[in-house]
């Protein structure tokens, strides 16, 4: 059968335009494949209502801009220059009137006004940003772009450097956003805290670093700060940042907590694992907030010394036996909040691995590791709660969610194993479209660029059309 396809718009005036035929193509039915449009004829005709409803907004836009705004005369034309328009559905080629000046205006400036310059100032439809920015959030820059190809009409306008550079360009717009760092966050006195209304619950907040390779030096890594931010009744959300590269880390996490409802008199928990960046970011974000060593590192590392002790037992297998039972010992008295008992059995520990002599070959490592977590636990002191307590009341305690926070923002596309190198900018930069996209609060910034976004997506023609 022979398809043509008509596409008609009527103008404000509600005078009905010409149909124009914007795609003919032949279909016969053989085959599954013959079904439908075919995803060529899809793309094609997409692209082609595209141009044809950009030309016929654009036309009809500039007449209005014709008008001086201040005395309504007609402004006289100098021609046009072309503009491609990025859009999903295809790169649009437009015409950018440019007009003469008024005679009624001050005469300092340029003598023309290209007023498509104001209403498409990145010549990039702003969903078309978005995609790319999420895309390319979650997948490689190469593998976006193809994916968005392979979908979209548009072959020629996207690939690896121009995703990379709109996303890019969307994380730095929401950096400029960003307030100024402060030293502290915490303003008002404790009476006016007290004064608020109750607050939502606890907000848990795991924080955690990870390493990614460095373009400029290829045989070192840089660290990069998450965090995931889990409040009791709302979404979570996730925090990126290159330690070290970022000038506003606090600002970030306030920004981050204050979006989830964050009030001044609500307790807050920072779980980290206990090293000295993670843990001075945390300090005076909020003021009823304490900083817990996450029980997931802590049993990371007693896991580590079990196994060396296991190997003792090889050689001696009673001396073995007994670190441990001390061992087991330190992790049951930590869980249970003793800490003082708890740091008395590690130095005994210390101790009786310094003390012993066998052959066991990891035995310096054995000790080096006893004496880390020693120092661990005490530079933590702070940050030790009665666990189990915690647990048996149903907080959150660990669960590994720093580690598998780590996981969920960088490995997946940060990946070392895939050889990628980042640059500092680079790698925070993506963090901040990452997180959000992960988070799925790439949408909501979007929106609030772009209120249309919103309004068009629940738009009723749509809903008939389907
Ligand atoms: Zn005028």
């Not at 009905?16 to 016969?28: H, Y």
């Not at 907004?57 to 046009?80: F, L, M, P, T, V």
């Not at 988070?439 to 772009?450: A, I, K, P, Y």
Request: with cysteine; hydrophobic share 40%.
């Amino acid at each position: 059968m022979h398809v043509r396809i008509l596409l008609q718009i009527t103008g404000n005036d509600a005078t009905p335009g010409v149909a124009d035929e914007i795609a003919a193509f032949e279909k016969m039915v053989e085959r599954p494949e013959d079904l439908g449009l075919s995803l060529a004829e899809g793309k094609a005709l997409t692209a082609a209502i595209q141009q044809h409803l950009v030309n016929a907004q654009i036309a009809s836009w500039a007449e209005r801009q014709r008008c001086c705004e201040a005395c309504g005369a007609r402004r006289r034309s100098k021609g046009s220059y072309p503009v491609v328009f990025r859009t999903l559905y295809g790169d649009v080629k437009l015409a950018s009137p440019r007009l003469h000046r008024c005679p009624c205006e001050d005469v300092d400036g340029p003598a023309t006004v290209s007023p498509l310059r104001q209403l498409v100032p990145g010549q990039i439809a702003p969903e078309r940003l978005y995609l790319e920015a999420r895309w390319s959030s979650l997948a490689p820059y190469a593998a976006a772009a193809e994916l968005l190809t392979d979908v979209l009409p548009i072959a020629s306008g996207a690939n690896r450097t121009t995703v990379r550079e709109h996303a890019l360009r969307v994380a730095e717009r929401a950096e400029a956003e960003l307030g100024e760092e402060q030293p502290c966050f915490i303003d008002g006195c404790q009476a006016e805290w007290q004064a608020l209304p109750i607050p939502e619950g606890r907000i848990v907040a795991a924080l955690d670093g990870g390493y990614v390779r460095n373009w400029d030096d290829r045989k070192s890594n840089f660290e990069l700060i998450v965090g995931r931010s889990m409040p009791e009744d709302r979404a979570p959300r996730y925090l990126g940042l290159v330690h070290g590269y970022d000038r506003k880390p606090k600002r970030r996490l306030f920004e981050i907590l204050k979006s989830q409802g964050l009030q001044a008199n609500q307790d807050v928990t920072f779980l980290t694992d206990g090293g000295e960046e993670v843990r001075s970011l945390t300090e005076l974000v909020t003021p009823e907030a304490e900083h817990v060593l996450d029980w997931f590192h802590i049993t990371m590392r007693l896991t580590v010394l079990g196994q060396y002790a296991r190997g003792v037992a090889h050689y001696d297998e009673a001396e073995g036996g007994r670190l441990l039972a001390s061992v087991e010992r330190i992790k049951w008295l930590l869980w249970h909040g003793n800490q003082h008992r708890a740091g008395e059995e590690i130095t005994f520990l210390e101790d009786d691995v310094d003390e012993l002599e066998i052959d066991y070959p990891n035995l310096g490592k054995f000790a080096r590791a006893a004496h880390e977590f020693a120092v661990c636990i005490a530079a933590n002191a702070g940050s030790l709660i009665n666990y189990g307590e915690r647990f048996r009341s149903g907080e959150r305690i660990s669960s590994c969610l720093a580690e598998s926070t780590v996981n969920a923002v960088v490995s997946k596309r940060f990946a070392k194993r895939q050889q990628m190198q980042w640059t500092k900018r680079g790698a925070h930069l993506l963090l901040q479209t990452r997180t959000r996209a992960l988070d799925g609060t790439l949408r909501q910034l979007f929106e609030r660029w772009h209120p249309g976004l919103a309004v068009n997506d629940g738009g009723n023609d749509v809903a008939q059309a389907v």
